[in-house]
T-cell receptor
Framework: DTGVSQNPRHKITKRGQNVTFRCDPISEHNRLYWYRQTLGQGPEFLTYFQNEAQLEKSRLLSDRFSAERPKGSFSTLEIQRTEQGDSAMYLC???????????????FGPGTRLLVL | GQQVMQIPQYQHVQEGEDFTTYCNSSTTLSNIQWYKQRPGGHPVFLIQLVKSGEVKKQKRLTFQFGEAKKNSSLHITATQTTDVGTYFCAGPNYGGSQGNLIFGKGTKLSVKP
């Protein structure tokens, strides 16, 4: 399967614990995005990388959140001191930068569903 | 700030009926993308529209991009139970750097057999 993969698919944790999610993008894609989706809402942008550089972070991304893409391939998203409000689906997407005004298609992974008790 | 709005939020149809969802942006978009998310699934890319007034068809699905590039629609002819899911439109976020998308809240379609 050459699509975007995410691990784990589900995570249940207690408030205050740290969690880390992993995303493996489509291999030739240089852009990687993290989104968060809650029930009844569309995905909300969190951050994105072009190769290993983190180019943008949303205001939604508090100091408790950190993302890395150390070798420009897979990425990790860590949430420290989780809160109940962090419960959501965390989606990763990747794309090939098109250059110019029209962006490459973003392909989403299956997501990691986080429940903070 | 920049917003992408979709109506209706929910649509219930009898199998065989047509379905349309509408997407409106607060800003002019260079392109608009449509995604489908099945219950329990993740967003799956359907199409990207780029040109003003563009119309694209995929079997029973017809996508339109408005002349002013601020609105779009998705029309499904003769719905089937396999069409069930939430349909999202998304446009580039001009407040940030290139690449990230602003999604609408989606239109959830249910189809009664």
């Amino acid at each position: 399967d050459t699509g975007v993969s995410q691990n784990p698919r589900h995570k249940i944790t207690k408030r205050g614990q740290n969690v880390t999610f992993r995303c493996d993008p489509i291999s030739e894609h240089n852009r990687l995005y993290w989104y968060r989706q809650t029930l009844g809402q569309g995905p909300e942008f969190l951050t994105y990388f072009q190769n290993e550089a983190q180019l943008e972070k949303s205001r939604l991304l508090s100091d408790r959140f950190s993302a890395e893409r150390p070798k420009g391939s897979f990425s990790t998203l860590e949430i420290q001191r989780t809160e109940q409000g962090d419960s959501a689906m965390y989606l990763c997407a990747s794309s090939l930068a098109a250059g110019g005004p029209v962006e490459g298609t973003q392909y989403f992974g299956p997501g990691t569903r986080l429940l903070v008790l | 700030g920049q917003q992408v709005m979709q109506i209706p939020q929910y649509q219930h149809v009898q199998e065989g009926e047509d379905f349309t969802t509408y997407c409106n942006s607060s800003t002019t978009l260079s392109n608009i993308q449509w995604y489908k998310q099945r219950p329990g699934g993740h967003p799956v890319f359907l199409i990207q529209l780029v040109k003003s007034g563009e119309v694209k068809k995929q079997k029973r699905l017809t996508f339109q991009f408005g002349e002013a590039k601020k609105n779009s629609s998705l029309h499904i002819t003769a719905t089937q139970t396999t069409d069930v899911g939430t349909y999202f439109c998304a446009g580039p976020n001009y407040g940030g750097s290139q690449g990230n998308l602003i999604f609408g809240k989606g239109t959830k379609l249910s189809v009664k057999p």
